[in-house]
């Protein structure tokens, strides 16, 4: 049961007495600030098995045996124990000549020798009565050796099954095949099985299997239901690739983005940082194949219309582990990382890194504006480093707007890189809050008092935690989202200063998941939302173009200083949207009663008018979603609202978040 905490009971008190009222004044016609069309986007990081196993959609786990223990995910018959006896399999590493790429599966039968190789996906291969399938094999053959394919369900009924016609013609060439088959049936926890007939030999570099259904039908490509989410948030930015991952536990498992574009088996497996990081969480087969890289990532920002805002590592692993860093003398790669990392996206064909783009089928630039370097980082150590970063960056690309970090909280050593960065005067500033609902809700005023005069900030990562911060037992509910919606209009009321801002995590799978909460759940046959992303798209389907301003009191010309943030238990702002001449108001109601307000809008034309409401709301403060009870949903129900005399008069729903748009 949802408890006010003392502070927070305090905090709703002292708004009570001293500023409750019924009335709200917008004026229309005073446009404060410009909204970025930036404002409301993305963070994507690969953790809680977002990528592989994720978003991207190959459906077999360790599909080129390059896992440091190679038969992670794999079955075969005869066992594994067996293989000294037999001689049927053997794990070839030749990662002096192919460090990229250093293993493969061989398979040596004798004449009438039958054996078999298994997938287990990732907790369960879960295929789609009547859906299709494409099977991708790489493989060196010689003799005569039949490979057979079957998809079979848990209960070992076959629901696919093909022979792979492979070819022996050049026994030292590497040759793919692809397949495509259907399935006649549904299963959630089910194989893919390939079973080898001798005699002869086969050696076998990859395997994998997607749906056919994938993002915009691209090959190869990304889980479709998981990239509509996003799609329809309307994101403006899309960061990539995390989080911390960016820094890694140390600095030879740090990401680094040219390991991550190019022919697949070029892209070198890496150890994913959230492997083992939460000891209670830990997934021991947790790895990157970079089937989702960098060119991928690119990619998906141009489908969503969303910026691309590459963070790269900035010679320091991550701060909360090792915490290594790369002398000054031998940061050269890592500052060429960047500067080759813009050429690659804006670069013309002509030059290096803009013909590796045109290669692999983009010959447009990216016209990417941002870049972070550095995620959590702070102190001396990260400020000499980006010092240097910054000089040569904005030597060769002044327009490049860079991102740096102001750590992971505001604690003293993001006071210590605010006013170092201020000083540096850097671009955007990037902050991060993972706090409590109470804190999200005292601190909407926040960006009020911010120097105007200043770096932008980027609100990087926020994700209100309702049992404590980073407690394993955060859930994604309804106050928390409500929290995070409070703490959004005084973003959105101060869009001159705070430019952007992403919630994060963005996804985790119910199964195998390091952090919570995050904006989407999925297993590996659906996705839902949470609250908390409804919030996020609210926002930002109604981002509007220009802030105005919405006050206590029925005079407009009164103090526009006051802002609606807490007075009454009620948080709120208005923009207006000069492409479809609307106000959109947005109000948050996080506490348990009933609000009548009237909203007198100034500088309207219409003096009558309709409009619509969309309320996000559910009973109580603590409800969330069961993924396994999908009636739980909390979702936005939209309906009519009318405009008298200019005034709106709103019965504002207890935990309630609420989006008014109406015609001026
Ligand atoms: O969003 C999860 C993690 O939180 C990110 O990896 C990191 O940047 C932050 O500490």
């Known amino acids: 049961m949802f408890r ?10 002292v708004c009570l007495h001293t500023f409750a009222q019924e009335v709200y004044t917008v004026d229309a016609r005073q446009t404060i600030s410009p909204v970025q069309s930036t404002m409301w986007g993305l963070f994507y990081e690969d953790i809680n098995r977002s990528g592989d196993g994720g978003v991207y959609a190959d459906l077999v786990k360790n599909r080129s045996f390059d896992f440091p ?33 250093p293993k493969y599966l061989q398979v040596i039968l004798q004449d009438g020798e039958k054996v078999s190789l298994s997938n287990e996906s990732f907790g369960g291969m879960s295929l789609k009565k009547g859906a299709e399938y494409e099977f991708i094999i790489q493989y060196k053959k010689e003799g005569k050796i039949k490979t057979m394919l079957d998809l079979v369900s848990s209960s070992g009924k076959t ?13 030292h060439q590497w040759h793919s095949i692809k397949q495509k088959l259907i399935t006649s049936d549904t299963t959630h926890n089910g194989r893919l099985v390939l079973t080898f007939e001798g005699p002869g030999t086969l050696e076998i570099d990859r395997i994998s299997l997607f749906p056919a259904d994938t993002w915009k039908g691209r090959k190869e490509g990304l889980r479709s239901d998981l990239v509509h989410l996003l799609a329809d948030m309307k994101p403006g930015f899309f960061r990539f690739p995390g989080g911390c991952i960016v820094e890694g536990e140390n600095l030879d498992n740090s990401y680094r983005w040219k390991t991550t574009i190019g022919p697949l088996e070029n892209r070198k497996l890496l150890i994913n940082k959230w492997n083992n990081a939460i000891p209670t969480r830990q997934l021991q087969d947790y790895y990157q194949s970079f089937g989702l890289g960098f060119y991928e990532y690119f990619l998906l920002c141009e489908d969503m219309a969303a910026e691309p805002m590459p963070i790269i590592n900035c010679g320091i692993s991550c701060q909360f582990d090792a915490g290594e860093v790369v002398p000054m003398e031998h940061m050269d790669p890592y500052v060429q990382d960047a500067l080759d990392l813009i050429e690659f996206a804006n670069g013309k064909v002509e030059t290096k890194w803009g013909r590796k783009r045109m ?25 000499e480093r980006l010092q240097l970063f910054s000089k040569a960056i904005k030597e060769k690309h002044p327009n490049i707007q860079i991102i740096t970090s102001t750590g992971y909280s505001p604690n003293p050593q993001f006071h210590y890189m605010d006013s170092a ?18 804190w999200f809700l005292m601190n909407a005023g926040k960006y009020d008092k911010y120097d105007r005069k200043g770096p932008k900030i980027l609100v990087g990562e926020y994700a209100c935690h309702s049992v404590r911060i980073g407690s394993p037992n955060n859930k994604n509910t309804l106050l928390c989202a409500l929290a995070e919606a409070a703490f959004m209009t005084g973003l959105e009321r101060n869009a001159d200063v705070v430019t952007m801002a992403a919630y994060a995590p963005l996804f985790a799978h119910v199964k195998d998941w390091q952090w919570t909460p995050n904006l989407i759940w999925f297993d590996n046959n659906m996705s839902y939302a949470t609250p908390s992303y409804y919030v996020q798209q609210l926002f930002s389907v109604n981002k509007g173009t220009h802030v105005v301003p919405l006050i206590p009191g029925t005079n407009p010309q009164g103090d526009k200083g006051i802002s609606l943030s807490g007075q009454d238990s009620i948080w709120a702002s208005a923009v207006i949207d000069k492409q479809t001449n609307e ?18 809008v100034n500088g309207n034309k219409n003096v009558n008018g309709k409009g619509k409401m969309t309320v996000l709301k559910s009973n109580r403060p603590d409800d969330f979603y069961f993924f396994e009870k999908p009636e739980t949903a909390i979702v936005p129900v939209t309906s009519s609202i009318e405009m008298k005399y200019r005034t709106i008069e709103l019965k504002v729903q207890p935990y309630s978040f609420n989006v008014m748009r109406i015609k001026l």
């Not at 006010?4 to 008190?13: A, V």
């Not at 290669?359 to 400020?383: C, D, R, S, T």
Request: with cysteine; net charge positive; glycine share 6%.
């Open 421 to 438: 960065l201020r000083k540096m005067a850097v671009d955007v500033i990037d902050e991060h809050y993972y706090q409590t609902p109470e």
């Open 4 to 13: 006010i905490n003392s502070m927070f009971s305090l905090l709703l008190c």
């Open 583 to 600: 106000l959109i108001v947005k109000l948050v109601n996080p506490s348990g009663m009933v609000k009548y307000k009237k909203i007198v």
């Open 159 to 171: 629901v696919a099954s093909i022979n792979i016609p492979l070819t022996t013609a050049d026994r």
């Open 359 to 383: 290669e692999l089928g983009h010959p447009a630039p990216f016209n990417m504006k941002f870049l972070g370097i550095g995620n959590e980082n702070w102190g001396p150590q990260y400020v």
């Open 69 to 101: 223990e190679a038969m992670i995910g794999w079955t075969t018959v005869p066992s594994k124990r067996q293989w000294g006896k037999a001689d049927m399999f053997r794990i070839v590493n030749r990662s002096v000549s192919h460090p990229e790429n």
